[in-house]
């Protein structure tokens, strides 16, 4: 009995952790801009989760506006894993 609580006690902090942000907006921010080969005059960043259970990553949206209304002349999606910090992936691929 001991050892099963001890197994769940384990399996709740593991789970605890791997949801916990880490990386605040701002981290989030510089590291996709450091991540693209323009600079951005527009940034957009929103929280989403993924995958079960829901791990949390930053989506940052970097874009420059074309001469066109509603288009872009520069635009990059970035998703960043907001516990450990790591870079998932970079849409379109940059640098």
Same mark, same amino acid.
């Given at each position: 009995?001991?050892?099963?609580?001890?197994?769940? &006690?384990?399996? #709740?902090? +593991?789970?605890?952790?791997?949801?916990?942000?880490?990386? !605040?907006? /701002? +981290?989030?921010?510089?590291?996709? +801009?450091?991540? #693209? @080969?323009?600079?951005?005059?527009? !940034? +957009?960043?929103?929280?989403?989760?993924? *995958?079960?259970? *829901?791990? $949390?990553?930053?989506?940052?949206?970097?874009?420059? $506006?074309?001469?066109? $209304? *509603? !288009?872009?002349?520069?635009?990059? #999606? #970035?998703?960043? /894993? &907001?516990? !450990? *910090?790591?870079?998932? /992936?970079? @849409?379109? $691929?940059?640098?």
């Amino acid at each position: 009995m001991i050892v099963a609580v001890l197994v769940l &006690a384990f399996v #709740v902090a +593991q789970t605890c952790q791997k949801s916990q942000l880490r990386l !605040t907006k /701002d +981290q989030a921010i510089a590291k996709a +801009q450091a991540q #693209v @080969n323009f600079e951005p005059q527009r !940034t +957009q960043i929103r929280m989403v989760r993924q *995958g079960i259970p *829901g791990r $949390p990553y930053w989506v940052v949206s970097l874009s420059s $506006p074309g001469k066109t $209304p *509603g !288009t872009f002349s520069e635009l990059a #999606v #970035v998703r960043i /894993d &907001a516990n !450990t *910090g790591k870079v998932k /992936d970079v @849409n379109p $691929p940059q640098r």
